[in-house]
């Protein structure tokens, strides 16, 4: 199992510097966290679209978009795998 830290773009109430957590059960087939795993165990209904937080010696980090479904996702430097979420069929606000 892995901590998956995240926040969910323009949506009310969501803070990435008090993001929600996700205990995510990696595949019996590998012992790293993966993006069909997330997809796999999404808490919420609907459809959304991860980039996932890496290091980065200039800026200290920057969000990278994910390509391949099946490749160890990046953990950063606390152990954890942070994204930033987007809905993309959210409904419209009133």
């Known amino acids: ?11 009310p109430g969501e803070n990435p510097e008090l993001p929600n ?5 990696t595949s019996g087939d590998h012992d790293y966290m993966c993006l069909d795993d997330i997809y796999q ?4 209904q609907g459809l959304y679209h991860f980039r996932i937080r890496v290091e980065d010696q ?8 994910i390509s391949s479904a099946t490749e160890p996702l990046p953990t ?18 009133p």
Do not use: M, N, T
Not at 1 to 8: A, D, E, G, K
Not at 58 to 65: E, F, N, R, V
Not at 77 to 93: F, N
């Open 58 to 65: 200039a800026d200290g980090y920057l969000w990278q978009d």
């Open 41 to 44: 165990q999404w808490p919420l």
């Open 76 to 93: 950063f430097s606390d152990g954890c795998v942070h994204a930033k979420v987007l809905r993309l069929d959210r409904p419209p606000r």
């Open 21 to 25: 957590a996700a205990e995510i059960q």
């Open 1 to 11: 199992r892995q901590l998956l830290l995240y926040y969910i773009q323009d949506e």
